[in-house]
C-alpha cells in the first residue's frame, strides 16, 4: 500500500505541476483585475513633494542638470531621418550577423537561423540631453542620455531536427547613459580614427520575449531573471572603464604620420613630339603626389632634345602607400609665357612591391579619361625607376620621441597656437637674365619678410630664421617664397629687380609632423631650387 502511495503521489506531482502552471499562466494573461481605477489628472502644486519625487526620474537631463545640453534638433533630425535609417541598419545588422550564425550553428547540430521579419519599429531613440566634455587632448567626449521605447518586430526562425521554432522580440524599452569618445581628431575626413563607448550606470532593458507565439517574460520568475542577467553582462563588458572600441580607419593613415619612402630616378624620354614652331623643344618632367598640398619636384631642362636623359632622382615621403598615386607631367621650357604641357601619366603606389625596384615604360598621354579620342595620339614615353621602402617599427618616431625633438614655444604663446618658425637655408643653380644677387621674401598671411640680399651667387647659403606667432594651428594655410635678384645699377637697358623663381607651401603637413626640411624646386626658374625648414612649436 504504500509504494502505491508515492507511485500515486509523484504521478499526481507529475502530472499536477504542468497542469497547474499552465492553467496559472492563462489566468495571469487572460483575466482582467475588478479593481483598477479610471485615471484621474490633478493639478501639480509646489506642496506636492512626494508627486514631484515620483515625476523627477521623467524629466529630461537638461531640466535638472545645467551640464546638459538640450538636444532638440537631433530629435527631430532622427524622427525625419528613422525610416531609412531602420532600413540602412536592420540591412547591415543581417549582413554582420549571418556568417557569424553560419559559423556557429554546425557546433549545436541546427539546420538553420534566419531572420524573418527584422524592423526596429516606427519610433525613433529620443535623446533627453547631452553632455560634452571639453579636454586638452586630441579627442571629443560626449554623454547622450538616451531613452527608447521601441515597437520592434524581430522574428527569428530555428530549423532543427525537422522542427521549426520562432522567437519573437516585441516592446523594446531601453534607458542608457552612455559616453562617446571620438579619438583621436585627425584632419581627414571623418576627422576622427576611433569611437570608444562606455556605460556610465547599468542599463535598463525591457523587452517581450515570444516563443510559438507565447510571451515568455509573463513566466513568474523569468522576468526578473533575465533582467538582471543582461544588466550584469552589459555592465561587466562595457561599464565605465571598460570601454568598446569600433576603428574607423587606420591610426597611421589617419594622423598622417611617413610609413616609408618613395625614390623616384627619372631615367630618359624617348620619341617627344615637339611644341615649338622653330627648332625643337626644352623638355622637363614635373613629379607630385596627387591629392598631396606639397611642392612640385621638377628635374632639369634639356634644351634642344626630344628624347633627352635626365637620370635624376628624388625622393616623396608616403603616409598611405595604398591611396597615394605619383603623378608625372612633361613641359616644355620656354623663356616667355607659360609652359606648355607634353604628355602625362599616372603610377598608383599600390601597384608596387615594397623594397623592390621596378623600371616602368610610361606612354604619355594627354590626361588620364580613358575615353578621350586625343589620348590615341602618340606623345612620346618616359622610362622611371621607382621604389617603395616602408619604414620598418624601430625607425618610426612615436609622438613623444617627435616632441622632444622640437623645442617648445617660448613663454606668452597664445592657448591654442603657435610658433611657426621658417628657417632658409640655401639655394642652387639660380640664374638671372641680367644680374644674380639673390634674396628671399617669405609672404605669410600678409606679413612680408626678407634674407639680406648676396652678390653675384648662384648657389648662395642664409640660414636665416623667420618666427610667426599665431593663435591657431595654420592647417589650412600656405607660405609663399620668392626669389629676387636686385642690382644697384641704374640703367635703362635692364630691369633692376627680377624674380628668380617661387613656390608656394602648404602648411598642413608641418602642423602634423611638426617639422619638414625640404628642396624646393622653383616655379618659372630652369634649375633653381631652395631648402627651406619649418617648424611647428607649441607649449
Known amino acids: 500500500m504504500g509504494i502505491l502511495s508515492t507511485i500515486l503521489g509523484i504521478f499526481g506531482f507529475g502530472i499536477g505541476t504542468p497542469i497547474g502552471l499552465i492553467i496559472g499562466y492563462f489566468v495571469f494573461i487572460y483575466v482582467l483585475p475588478t479593481d483598477v481605477e479610471d485615471i484621474k489628472v490633478h493639478p501639480l502644486v509646489e506642496d506636492d513633494t512626494e508627486t514631484m519625487q515620483r515625476l523627477l526620474p521623467e524629466i529630461p537631463l ?13 530629435n527631430k533630425f532622427l524622427e525625419c531621418m528613422w525610416p531609412y535609417m531602420d532600413k540602412a541598419i536592420c540591412a547591415t545588422a543581417k549582413s554582420i550577423a549571418k556568417p ?8 549545436y547540430k541546427i539546420d538553420s537561423v534566419e531572420f524573418e521579419t527584422l524592423t526596429l519599429g516606427t519610433v525613433p531613440p529620443n535623446f533627453q540631453g547631452m553632455k560634452v566634455y571639453v579636454t586638452d587632448d586630441k579627442e571629443l567626449i560626449m554623454e547622450p542620455s ?4 521601441a515597437n520592434p518586430n524581430i522574428t527569428i526562425a530555428v530549423k532543427a531536427y525537422g522542427l521549426k521554432a520562432t522567437v519573437q522580440v516585441v516592446d523594446l524599452q531601453v534607458f542608457a547613459l552612455p559616453r562617446i569618445t571620438l579619438k583621436p581628431l585627425v584632419s581627414v575626413i571623418p576627422c576622427f580614427a576611433n569611437i570608444f563607448v562606455s556605460l556610465m550606470n547599468k542599463p535598463h532593458v525591457d523587452f517581450g520575449l515570444k516563443l510559438l507565439g507565447a510571451d515568455l517574460m509573463a513566466i513568474p520568475g523569468l522576468y526578473m531573471f533575465v533582467q538582471e542577467l543582461i544588466k550584469d553582462q552589459v555592465a561587466n563588458m562595457y561599464l565605465w572603464p571598460q570601454t568598446l572600441e569600433v576603428q574607423i580607419m ?8 611617413p610609413l616609408g619612402i618613395l625614390d623616384v630616378k627619372v631615367l630618359k624620354a624617348m620619341k617627344l613630339q615637339k611644341k615649338d614652331f622653330l627648332g625643337k623643344s626644352d623638355p622637363y618632367v614635373k613629379l607630385n603626389l596627387m591629392d598631396e598640398k606639397l611642392a612640385v619636384k621638377k628635374t632639369t631642362v634639356k634644351c634642344s632634345n626630344l628624347n633627352p636623359e635626365w637620370d635624376e632622382e628624388f625622393s616623396f615621403v608616403i603616409k598611405n602607400p595604398y591611396a597615394q598615386t605619383l603623378e608625372l607631367k612633361v613641359y616644355d621650357w620656354d623663356q616667355v609665357g607659360t609652359h606648355e604641357e607634353m604628355g602625362m601619366n599616372i603610377v598608383p603606389l599600390k601597384d608596387l612591391t615594397p623594397d623592390e625596384p621596378k623600371v616602368l615604360t610610361l606612354d604619355l598621354k594627354k590626361n588620364m579619361n580613358t575615353d578621350d579620342p586625343q589620348n590615341n595620339k602618340s606623345r612620346g614615353q618616359l622610362v622611371i625607376e621607382v621604389m617603395y621602402k616602408p619604414f620598418k617599427e624601430d625607425e618610426m618616431l612615436d609622438d613623444t620621441e617627435e616632441a622632444d625633438m ?3 614655444a617660448p613663454d606668452g604663446t597664445p592657448k591654442g597656437g603657435g610658433l611657426l618658425v621658417v628657417i632658409v637655408h640655401e639655394a642652387e643653380d639660380l640664374e638671372g637674365k641680367y644680374h644674380t644677387n639673390p634674396h628671399v621674401r617669405l609672404l605669410f598671411k600678409g606679413e612680408e619678410r626678407k634674407t639680406k640680399r648676396t652678390r653675384k651667387n648662384r648657389d648662395p647659403r642664409w640660414d636665416e630664421e623667420f618666427q610667426f606667432t599665431l593663435d591657431e594651428p ?4 600656405k607660405l609663399h617664397v620668392e626669389i629676387f635678384s636686385t642690382s644697384s645699377r641704374i640703367g635703362l637697358l635692364h630691369s633692376k629687380q627680377e624674380s628668380l ?6 602648411l598642413a603637413d608641418v602642423v602634423n609632423n611638426r617639422r619638414i626640411n625640404e628642396r624646393y624646386h622653383l616655379i618659372d626658374s630652369k634649375n633653381g631650387r631652395i631648402q627651406i625648414e619649418l617648424q611647428w612649436r607649441t607649449s
Request: net charge negative; charged share 30%.
Open 100 to 107: 557569424i550564425i553560419d559559423e556557429q550553428t554546425p557546433q
Open 250 to 257: 587606420d591610426p597611421a593613415i589617419a594622423v598622417k604620420r
Open 146 to 149: 538616451i531613452k527608447w521605447a
Open 501 to 506: 623663381g617661387h613656390v608656394t607651401i602648404s
Open 474 to 477: 595654420p592647417a589650412n594655410e
Open 406 to 408: 622640437i623645442e617648445k
Open 62 to 74: 537638461w531640466v535638472k542638470n545645467p551640464d546638459f545640453d538640450r538636444v532638440d534638433w537631433l
